[in-house]
């Protein structure tokens, strides 16, 4: 069985705000053997995972950890995904500052991943994944509509809801779920990558400079923001 399948046994149990014993009373089996399951000591059948993903209403995928997506849908595989970060490429079309900035964010986000993926936590992984894709849903979206000849079928999500602030409110319980997911690796595991300034010059000795450097950027930017509302609440 997939090693996530434990993980994500006890997670959706959690969602559910649901005991252990009421689990198994739902499912059908005893508390110590749904016990045995979700910390991974035994395997359960076929028969269960049938069982199991009618009652969080999930699919047998998304339990197993071929997907991210609950309902089954989006199962990629890494090895055939294109990946950009390996091009060789000097200059993206036109704009010297558009092919920094990619290097620095493809080179961040890559380590970043990396780390998360030391600790193991799949749930901090997914986390993260649906904020940064939430950030990157907005800001293309922001460019393709700009022009005001595209239609917004494209998208899903209604004009209007997108302009009140669905994508990010679904960014701030992205991030609320990332931060639940590192306390809860924190108590269960406690174990982390060594991320002091020699491992990860040492871990990464090239991407780490642009971590670096977003990590020095953004916090200009910020304290600067900080310092403007503050003079702006004085006056």
Do not use: W
């Not at 010297?96 to 970043?112: D, E, G, H, Q």
């Not at 600790?119 to 700009?146: D, H």
């Amino acid at each position: 069985m997939n090693s996530d399948f434990p993980r994500t046994l006890a997670l959706l149990r959690r969602e559910k705000g649901i005991s252990q014993r009421r689990a198994a009373g739902e499912l059908g089996i005893s508390q110590a053997l749904l016990s045995h399951y979700e910390n991974g000591t035994r395997e359960p059948g076929l028969a269960f995972v049938v069982r199991a993903c009618d009652f969080y209403n999930v699919s047998a995928d998304f339990l197993l950890g071929r997907t991210l997506s609950r309902d089954g849908t989006g199962i990629v595989d890494a090895d055939a995904l294109y990946d950009a970060s390996a091009e060789r490429d000097a200059t993206l079309r036109g704009s010297v500052m558009a092919t920094l900035n990619k290097k620095l964010l493809v080179n961040s986000i890559s380590m970043l991943f990396d780390l998360l993926g030391k600790c193991g936590s799949r749930e901090a992984i997914r986390a993260a994944s649906e904020y940064l894709s939430t950030a990157l849903y907005r800001l293309f979206r922001r460019l393709y509509q700009a022009p005001g000849v595209h239609s917004a079928d494209f998208f899903s999500v209604p004009a209007a809801q997108f302009s009140a602030g669905a994508a990010e409110a679904d960014m701030v319980c992205s991030e609320v779920d990332y931060a639940d997911a590192l306390a809860a690796h924190a108590r269960e595991k406690g174990t982390f990558p060594d991320m002091s300034h020699e491992a990860l010059s040492r871990e990464y000795p090239g991407v780490y400079q642009s971590l670096l450097q977003i990590v020095h950027a953004a916090g200009e930017r910020i304290n600067r923001q900080v310092r403007c509302h503050r003079e702006a609440g004085k006056k």
